[in-house]
């Protein structure tokens, strides 16, 4: 069982940055490929980022590439989404997710409970 909570979320001007955490519980969450998907108002739900269990491979959405940066620390069970150069249609609930089997996990084995991203022009 792995519990994730996010954090860092919150109310941002365009061009701006953000650092979103994800913190797990449990002592197999090194062995979990970690993501990020989000999830604006009116639309389905969209990947973002992901990295895989020992953060060697790390993969973006087109959207998204050269603006944000997913790391994890192991030793500390959390994933991080680093953003950069934000722009408002970057607003959305971001949710985090782990799972031991794929890297891009749209049906991920957990989730947390998100947190909301707001981006004013």
């Known amino acids: 069982q792995v519990q994730l909570v996010e954090s860092g979320g919150g109310l941002v001007q365009a061009g701006t940055s953000l650092r979103l955490s994800c913190a797990a519980s449990g002592r197999t969450f090194s062995s979990y490929h970690m993501g990020w998907f989000r999830q604006a108002p009116g639309k389905e739900r969209e990947f973002v980022a992901a990295?895989?269990?020992?953060?060697?491979?790390?993969i973006y959405a087109e959207s998204v590439k050269g603006r944000f940066a997913i790391s994890r620390d192991n030793a500390k069970n959390t994933v991080y989404l680093q953003m950069n150069s934000l722009k408002p249609e970057d607003t959305a609930v971001y949710y985090c997710e782990a799972d031991p089997a794929n890297i891009i996990a749209p049906y991920a084995d957990y989730w947390g409970q998100g947190t909301q991203v707001t981006v004013s022009s």
């Open positions: 990295i895989n269990w020992s953060g060697a491979r790390t």
